[in-house]
């Protein structure tokens, strides 16, 4: 089992900036691949953002890629998502995701594994 746990979200202004931070613990090893998805109340969640086990392979969700960008240090187990020039829509709770296979996450938008989601929110 992994355990994801997901950290830096918050309330920020329109144009303001977040980085979303995830660790994994449990039985972790450098060769899961990682990735970000969101929910807005109302709506099904959507893929983000997802990076491979090395960091040498990204995928974004086209309208987010100008924006946002995922990263990994695999000595901490960690993610993160650095958002910029955040917009009232992107409010949502952002969920981490971990999966040994990465098209699962960037293709078939699952993951096996989930964290517990961290909300944020961004005021106009």
């Given at each position: 089992?992994?355990?994801?746990?997901?950290?830096?979200?918050?309330?920020?202004?329109?144009?303001?900036?977040?980085?979303?931070?995830?660790?994994?613990?449990?039985?972790?090893?450098?060769?899961?691949?990682?990735?970000?998805?969101?929910?807005?109340?109302?709506?099904?969640?959507?893929?983000?953002?997802?990076?491979?086990?090395?960091?040498?392979?990204?995928?974004?969700?086209?309208f987010?890629?100008?924006?946002?960008?995922?990263?990994?240090?695999?000595?901490?187990?960690?993610?993160?998502?650095?958002?910029?020039?955040?917009k009232?829509?992107?409010?949502?709770?952002?969920?981490?995701?971990?999966?040994?296979?990465?098209?699962?996450?960037?293709?078939?938008?699952?993951?096996?594994?989930w964290?517990?989601?961290?909300?944020?929110?961004?005021?106009?």
């Amino acid at each position: 089992q992994v355990q994801l746990v997901e950290s830096g979200g918050g309330l920020v202004q329109a144009g303001g900036s977040l980085r979303l931070s995830c660790t994994a613990s449990g039985r972790t090893d450098s060769s899961i691949a990682m990735g970000w998805f969101r929910q807005a109340p109302g709506k099904e969640r959507e893929f983000v953002c997802a990076i491979n086990w090395d960091g040498t392979s990204t995928y974004y969700t086209d309208f987010l890629k100008d924006r946002f960008t995922i990263s990994r240090d695999n000595a901490k187990n960690t993610v993160y998502l650095q958002m910029n020039s955040l917009k009232p829509e992107d409010s949502a709770v952002y969920y981490c995701a971990a999966d040994h296979h990465f098209g699962s996450l960037y293709s078939d938008y699952e993951a096996d594994y989930w964290g517990q989601g961290t909300q944020v929110t961004v005021s106009s």
